[in-house]
């Protein structure tokens, strides 16, 4: 019984993330997502109050997967370029395969969900900047080890500088979403991300050369 509880909930949280990456809030209904998930709406009900309580939850199961790949790609052991390598490549692969499984590029959830729902729903706009908060922690932790390793310049804010890291990334992958194409971002993210980072034409190649 309260393995079929767990199992519903997450059916209801994994259809809804399929729905909200591939339409948006707004347009999706209670009863789009009960629909596709195969659950009656009185258990919709049972366990969230509302859709937004809804939405609430599937970013914190993005989040939760996303946690789990960042660990292991901003893991200390690698080299600080490296850690922004692999998640440029991260990113670029888990919106192929969103792309693929649901038909047309859906960029980030959260951004989706925030443009809508932020001044409407002040759980949104929390979560959203939790969100934020996590993800730039990683990015500090990587542009503190450029400084130490002579990288990047050592006046480097490197509490402003994620920050600008995180909204480029939203920025490009809220333009692939406009233009469906993630060309740009494949030819382009990791040169650029360099660039607004700081880190030298030399260092850029020699990172090409070890890879």
């Known amino acids: 019984m309260g393995r079929t509880s767990t199992d519903t909930k ?11 990456w591939s339409e948006s809030y707004n347009a999706v209904s209670v009863d789009d997502i009960c629909k596709k998930a195969g659950v009656k709406k009185g258990s919709f009900y049972h366990f969230f109050p509302s859709k937004a309580h809804l939405a609430l939850e599937t970013m914190d199961s993005c989040m939760q997967d996303t946690k789990a790949h960042y ?12 850690r922004f390598t692999r998640m440029v490549g991260y990113v670029i692969e888990q919106q192929k395969e969103i792309s693929a499984q649901l038909g047309h590029v859906c960029g980030c ?11 409407q729903e002040a759980g949104i706009g929390k979560k959203i900047t939790e969100i934020c908060a996590k993800k730039t922690a990683y990015y500090q932790s990587a542009l503190r080890d450029l400084i130490a390793d002579g990288l990047i310049d ?17 920025g490009q992958l809220i333009m692939a979403r406009i233009n ?7 030819d382009n993210l990791e040169r650029a991300l360099f660039d607004l980072i700081g880190v030298s034409k030399p260092a850029q190649q020699q990172l090409k050369l070890t890879a």
Do not use: Y
């Open 10 to 20: 997450q059916k209801l949280i994994e259809t809804a993330t399929d729905l909200i």
């Open 71 to 82: 660990d292991d790609i901003f893991s200390s052991t690698r080299p600080p370029l490296e």
């Open 109 to 119: 959830p959260f951004a989706t969900l925030g443009s809508e729902l932020a001044a």
């Open 154 to 170: 050592s006046d480097v804010n490197v509490v402003v500088k994620a920050n600008e890291i995180f909204a480029f990334i939203i």
């Open 180 to 186: 469906n194409d993630l060309g740009f971002m494949e």
